[in-house]
């Protein structure tokens, strides 16, 4: 929805209690203050209410007689701090912005969010043919259309299909892409496959890419890669995906089986169609296609950098009583 009302050549008039919605969505505000006021302002709601803050901190500190304004000094100014939680007013309304407990946004947080480690995201591109909305549903098409399979038009003739291992540094090719996976039906083996996909979002360094997420589970009913049904289900890690759209809508190049946290699920850790295969207990027979396993030069290098580490710390603990 924010996105949409960023890339809407219109007006839109928002009414909400979110003021984190609030925040991303709109750039001026009515505020009804009251007794059939109505004041406009041209700004966000952070904004805002951090000028209203500032206002009731003016107020507070004049109204304190001269003779105590000294030693108030330091509990308005606390109060103002309190108060203060990235521009929203420490309220129960911050559950809605979702600032709650110990977690609560302070004043500090300001330069957290802007150190520049962080990536500004827009959800504006100038050097893109398509809006992010535009995109996101170029992306859901190709999808629905079952990866672009059930209408290989979506796909443009330069399609590339890279994988963790399957398709190599180079791709595989649109033809042959339809080829190898369009003569296999992942359904019938689980007929209540449930790719979950989910978090699309623009890649704020290449405007023409949407990433998104898959969390697959299924059930093993029907006949998968050689091997009878099993009922044994799978649940697969969170694994990134992405599609690469060009100038005319179609679909350049698709990523996908990207494991983000092998520690999830049940199937060793592993994405694509290697992780239901292994979940059955009938796991491809080569290496790629089973859980990580230490290599014995990486074991070795490991056991001597904590060998060398050992070495280090003798050595400082002998200096050190010298």
């Known amino acids: 929805l924010e996105a949409y009302i960023a890339d809407f050549k219109g007006s839109v008039v928002v009414v909400s209690h979110d003021l984190y919605f609030l ?10 203050e009251g007794d059939g006021i109505v004041k406009g302002y041209g700004g966000s709601m952070r ?29 308005t ?50 050097d893109s043919p ?11 098409r190709f999808l629905v259309k079952n990866q672009g399979i059930d209408q290989p038009d979506l796909l443009s003739e330069d399609f590339k299909f890279m994988g963790p291992v399957v398709g190599g540094s180079e ?4 033809s042959t892409f339809l080829e190898a996976v369009g003569g296999f039906d992942i359904k019938k083996a689980f007929p209540d ?15 023409d890419r949407v990433f998104f997420t898959s969390k697959a589970t299924g059930t093993h009913l029907g006949p998968f890669l050689g091997n009878a049904p099993t ?19 179609k679909v350049k190049k698709y990523t996908i089986g990207h494991v983000m946290d092998r520690s999830v699920g049940n199937t060793g850790g592993l994405g694509g169609i290697f992780g239901p295969a292994y979940a059955i207990g009938k ?21 001597l950098g904590q060998f060398l580490s050992y070495l280090k710390k003798r050595k400082e603990a002998a200096g050190a009583s010298a």
């Open 193 to 207: 496959l449930d790719p979950g996909f989910h978090h699309f979002r623009v890649d704020p360094f290449a405007p």
């Open 23 to 32: 925040e991303k969505a709109v750039d001026s505000l009515l505020v009804f």
């Open 77 to 126: 100014s606390s109060e103002v701090a309190s108060k203060l939680v990235g521009g929203f007013p420490a309220s129960t309304s911050l559950v809605e912005a979702g600032f709650t407990g110990k977690n609560m946004m302070t004043e500090a947080d300001r330069e957290i969010i802007g150190d520049p480690m962080f990536v500004t995201e827009s959800v504006n591109y100038p």
């Open 231 to 249: 009922g044994k289900s799978f649940e697969t890690p969170p694994q990134a995906c992405s599609v690469t759209i060009d100038a005319d809508g």
């Open 283 to 303: 796991p491809l027979p080569f290496p790629e296609a089973r859980p990580y396993k230490m290599s014995k030069r990486y074991m070795f290098f490991n056991k």
């Open 47 to 75: 904004e805002y209410l951090a000028m209203k803050d500032s206002e009731e901190e003016q107020a507070s500190t004049a109204s304190i007689p001269t003779s105590s304004a000294s030693a108030s000094a330091s509990a």
């Open 171 to 174: 791709g595989l090719s649109k």
């Open 130 to 140: 398509f809006s992010t909305a535009e995109m996101i549903l170029i992306t859901k």
